[in-house]
């Protein structure tokens, strides 16, 4: 079993940061892309940044140049740096990984719970 666990949302006013974080755990044989989704409220989930496990970075057009994705391969955790936040920021942030379990098996895609974004304006 794969898990990613969310981490770092909460309420800001707009202008300001937070860091959201999402640790990969379990059966791990290789994790290929991982990145970061929101779906704000009667919108569809839409993708926000990835990055791949060579380090290749690609980001929404509504994003760029504010947040920043990286990721800790040792600890199969992915980071979204978010600044200038801006009220339609506001959004459940879904983490998601590429993961392939084991070395007789295909490549998975698994998905975090989600953590709630709110900006304030």
């Known amino acids: 079993q794969v898990q990613l666990v969310e981490s770092g949302g909460g309420l800001v006013q707009a202008g300001g940061s937070l860091r959201l974080a999402c640790a990969a755990s379990g059966s791990i044989f290789s994790i290929n892309d991982m990145g970061w989704y929101r779906q704000a409220t009667g919108k569809q989930r839409e993708l926000v940044a990835r990055i791949t496990s060579g380090g290749s970075t690609n980001y929404a057009d509504s994003v760029k140049g504010r947040f920043t994705i990286s990721r800790d391969e040792a600890k199969n955790t992915v980071y979204l740096q978010m600044n200038s936040l801006k009220p339609e920021d506001t959004a459940i942030y879904y983490c998601?990984?590429?993961?392939?379990?084991?070395?007789?098996?295909?490549?998975?895609?698994?998905w975090g719970r989600g953590t709630q974004v709110t900006v304030s304006s």
């Open positions: 998601y990984a590429r993961v392939r379990p084991s070395i007789v098996t295909g490549w998975r895609d698994y």
